[in-house]
């Protein structure tokens, strides 16, 4: 075939996967039935640069009872005290003390798992502590979640974007679920293999968390969101990714060294193996970046006017920086060094690790 009409092939298949998605992406609103406590479930880790904000904001959920449970993770920072001052004035607020890390476990599922034991919700809304809540957010995801009998709803938040190094990552997020995901995550699709999710915001069920043995049951894992939301689909339960961006902000990391890092730590579980990850790299170098190599070809010129016009719209969607938007190309280059590097690493047995931990049991996940 032409190269030029391959790159326009490769190059139509997100556009039009996105224009789909983009059409019939859930939105969320509305107030759950009486009875309904949302447990919003905070994993913290030297958090103190975010912790006063995210709970305040969580404290200030409306339309739905809610009680806040922190769980500081061995921090190493003032984030204890923060959180011991703030449940001083608002009794809806718990903090309590991870136990040591026990073997085969990640700190953040760890966490998770201790905090769903000593919530007392029906429904359990885990959350980072760089994610600030709307105040009709844990109420809308309940209501949703009642309303289509769905066992976990999540969904990407508005991600925050303040310098070039975050705008050569973050932006693959949603490019990646909106272009390259069939069903895009929605409860039409039953598959676990198209399962999706956003670990910054993922609301369960609780009876359906408990039957699918919750986070003990990733407990090795990294890409906790992704990982469990397959559980729950294993398991039989429906979920669904619906639009996050009016739901809340989330500012993941503060510039290229950290978002590198942050990337790199979870990318095995996901694109970064041995026979998944040529093939990213054939769909995403030959959509994004290959016809740059064949122009003046009209069929490159077309390929990248889809692929602009696909990230503009998502850029759009997801309130997204449009300065971003230029340096597309480079955002797919970095995205793939980061794969291939996550992928070498795992290959020499290098261990992923975070925030001061190393785990060498997830390696050959």
């Known amino acids: ?12 298949i997100p556009a039009v996967l996105g224009a789909i998605n983009l059409a019939l992406l859930p939105r ?3 107030a759950p039935g009486g009875g309904t406590l949302v447990s919003i479930l905070i994993p913290a880790r030297d958090e103190e640069a975010n912790i006063e904000a995210c709970l305040r904001a969580a404290l200030a959920s409306r339309g739905v009872a ?5 769980m500081d993770d061995g921090s190493r920072d003032a984030t204890p005290d923060i959180v011991r001052r703030l449940a001083a004035e608002d009794s809806r607020l718990r903090l309590l003390s991870a136990p040591a890390l026990p073997p085969g ?9 201790r905090l769903a034991e ?18 009709d957010t844990a109420a809308a995801l309940a209501a949703h979640a ?8 999540s969904g990407v938040p508005r991600q925050v974007i303040r310098t070039v190094g975050e705008a050569l990552t973050v932006p693959t997020i949603n490019l990646l679920l909106l272009g390259y995901l069939p069903g895009g995550g929605r409860s039409s699709t039953s598959r676990a293999s198209l399962a999706a999710a956003c670990g910054q915001m993922v609301l369960c069920e609780r009876s359906a968390y408990e039957a699918v043995g919750g986070h003990a049951s990733i407990r090795g894992t990294l890409h906790d969101g992704l990982t469990l939301t397959r559980r729950f689909r294993e398991g039989g339960h429906r979920t669904e990714v619906v639009d996050g961006a009016p739901l809340a902000t989330c500012r993941m990391y503060r510039g290229f060294a950290e ?17 998944g990850l040529p093939v990213w790299t054939v769909l995403l170098a030959g959509a994004h970046l290959w016809p740059w190599a064949l122009l003046p070809e009209a069929e490159a010129v077309l390929a990248l006017l889809l692929t602009f016009g696909l990230r503009a719209a998502i850029t759009w969607w997801a309130r997204e920086p449009w300065w971003t938007v230029p340096l597309h190309p480079l955002t797919m280059l970095v995205a793939l060094a980061i794969q291939w590097t996550a992928l070498v690493r795992w290959a020499v047995g290098l261990p992923p690790g975070w925030k001061g931990r190393a ?7």
Not at 1 to 12: G, N, R, V
Not at 259 to 270: P, Q, S
Not at 359 to 365: D, E, I, L, N, R
């Open 66 to 70: 809610v009680e806040v449970l922190v």
């Open 146 to 153: 009642e309303r289509r009998n769905l066992a976990l709803v």
């Open 359 to 365: 785990y060498p049991g997830t390696k050959a996940a």
């Open 259 to 275: 978002a590198w890092a942050g990337f790199t730590k979870n990318a095995r579980e996901g694109m970064a193996t041995p026979l």
């Open 28 to 30: 969320v609103a509305g």
């Open 118 to 135: 000593a919530a007392r919700g029906t429904h359990l809304l885990f959350i980072d502590a760089d994610v600030r809540l709307s105040p």
């Open 1 to 12: 075939m032409d190269p030029a009409l391959t790159a326009l092939l490769l190059a139509a």
């Open 105 to 113: 476990w990640t700190g953040k599922v760890h966490a998770c798992a």
